[in-house]
T-cell receptor
Framework: KNQVEQSPQSLIILEGKNCTLQ??????????LRWYKQDTGRGPVSLTI?????NTKSNGRYTATLDADTKQSSLHITASQLSDSASYICVVTDGGSQGNLIFGKGTKLSVKP | ETGVTQTPRHLVMGMTNKKSLKCEQH?????MYWYKQSAKKPLELMFV???????ENNSVPSRFSPECPNSSHLFLHLHTLQPEDSALYLC?????????????FGPGTRLTVT
């Protein structure tokens, strides 16, 4: 069964600190993996997208990695800011004909001053 | 803003009411989607439209009725809902259905069924 598991479920860090969020998936065949940021009361916004051949992708202070062999991805946030407080959702697109998006439950990050 | 708007942003309705959610995209996209987001659960795909034609109905109860009059507008008609239908309903659009096309989400409608 295609699944996307994220950890931790929630995380609290101090402003200025770094953190890493994890995503493990069992989706097959694989097409791509996206990380979304969802602020409270808003829709998800794409941060990065990686295909099978890409190991890392950066977007400002956000760096995503992908290990297609172990089916793991991480999202590293550097020098966190209060505005980073949000849910971060890992989404894997299956490579089948319908290209279904498989969503993780998300990691809720709180950055405290 | 993502170019996808949704109204209303908040809706409280009784189980016997009929209401509609509206989504509009200003991106020139051809595909539109309805998702349901419940607390502590992954987003659930409900419906997919491509060039105004429904291409997917993900076993959604008939009390949810979608309508896509054109590629820019998508509605979700609601009637005789249940309390467990309370959730954030997200609309999204993409250029097409191919795997590489990114989906752009609206801000959602927070629905409470009493």
């Amino acid at each position: 069964k295609n699944q996307v598991e994220q950890s931790p479920q929630s995380l609290i860090i101090l402003e200025g600190k770094n953190c890493t969020l994890q995503c493990n998936y069992t989706v097959s065949p694989f097409s791509n993996l996206r990380w979304y940021k969802q602020d409270t009361g808003r829709g998800p916004v794409s941060l990065t997208i990686m295909t099978f051949s890409e190991n890392t992708k950066s977007n400002g202070r956000y760096t995503a990695t992908l290990d297609a062999d172990t089916k793991q991805s991480s999202l590293h946030i550097t020098a966190s800011q209060l505005s980073d407080s949000a849910s971060y959702i890992c989404v894997v697109t299956d490579g089948g004909s319908q290209g279904n998006l498989i969503f993780g439950k998300g990691t809720k990050l709180s950055v405290k001053p | 803003e993502t170019g996808v708007t949704q109204t209303p942003r908040h809706l409280v309705m009784g189980m016997t009411n009929k209401k509609s959610l509206k989504c509009e995209q200003h991106l020139g996209h051809n595909a539109m989607y309805w998702y349901k987001q419940s607390a502590k659960k992954p987003l659930e795909l409900m419906f997919v439209y491509n060039f105004k034609e429904q291409t997917e109905n993900n076993s959604v109860p008939s009390r949810f009725s979608p309508e896509c009059p054109n590629s820019s507008h998508l509605f979700l008609h609601l009637h005789t809902l249940q309390p467990e239908d309370s959730a954030l309903y997200l609309c999204a659009s993409s250029q097409g259905l191919a795997h590489s096309y990114e989906q752009y989400f609206g801000p959602g409608t927070r629905l409470t069924v009493t």
